[in-house]
T-cell receptor, first 113, second 114 residues
Framework: QQPVQSPQAVILREGEDAVINCSSS?????VHWYRQKHGEAPVFLMI?????EQKGHDKISASFNEKKQQSSLYLTASQLSYSGTYFC??????????????FGTGTRLTVIP | DSGVTQTPKHLITATGQRVTLRCSPR?????VYWYQQSLDQGLQFLIQ???????AKGNILERFSAQQFPDLHSELNLSSLELGDSALYFC?????????????FGNGTRLTVT
């Protein structure tokens, strides 16, 4: 039930773009994205619900392809503050009645000057 | 500040012992979730409560148990502790119980079993 994230790690220079992918072997109702900085709690970024929507949050946006059972997080013109580990959390279609998210193993993003 | 409070921040105990981790959700949130994060690992879902009732179970060991009280705070009890139980335990809360509610995480309790 755990989604698969790729890449596992990425290093960017300030201003560069990155894409983080999240895929599931099961049909999805929703995908959540969170960022966790070292030693801190994960922080909510956005939720995408089935229907193929796309969302944006400053220069961070995401898409959800329900048919492919995958989501992608796009970070454009990266800033130093974007460094951290990004987790996708998925809610599968057989989990009706509950909101227990299964998180991927994370993508460690490092932005350097 | 997420509004979710976890205590204690750190806990050091010996193998075989029992500990209780406490979580107070954000004001108004009815759902509480517990996650375990081992060193440099992802977030493993343990259990979810909604308004006092267990809603979903994940990879929670039989040695672990949890409950949510009428005031909505939750406790996670870990017993017969083993070295492998050393991890960061996060509590999260959300307003609803379905998939469209964002989770708000507390700062975690770091458990070290020696």
């Amino acid at each position: 039930q755990q989604p698969v994230q790729s890449p596992q790690a990425v290093i960017l220079r300030e201003g560069e773009d990155a894409v983080i992918n999240c895929s599931s072997s099961k049909a999805l109702y929703s995908v959540h994205w969170y960022r966790q900085k070292h030693g801190e709690a994960p922080v909510f970024l956005m939720i995408l619900l089935k229907g193929g929507e796309q969302k944006g949050h400053d220069k961070i946006s995401a898409s959800f392809n329900e048919k492919k059972q995958q989501s992608s997080l796009y970070l454009t013109a990266s800033q130093l503050s974007y460094s951290g580990t990004y987790f996708c959390g998925t809610h599968n279609s057989d989990q009706t009645g509950a909101n227990n998210l299964f998180f991927g193993t994370g993508t460690r993003l490092t932005v350097i000057p | 500040d997420s509004g979710v409070t976890q205590t204690p921040k750190h806990l050091i105990t010996a193998t075989g012992q029992r500990v209780t981790l406490r979580c107070s959700p954000r004001s108004g949130d009815l759902s509480v979730y517990w996650y375990q994060q081992s060193l440099d690992q992802g977030l493993q879902f343990l259990i979810q409560y909604y308004n006092g009732e267990e809603r979903a179970k994940g990879n929670i060991l039989e040695r672990f148990s949890a409950q949510q009280f009428p005031d909505l705070h939750s406790e996670l009890n870990l017993s017969s502790l083993e070295l492998g139980d050393s991890a960061l335990y996060f509590c999260a809360s959300s307003a609803g119980r379905f998939y469209n509610s964002p989770l708000h995480f507390g700062n975690g309790t770091r458990l070290t079993v020696t």
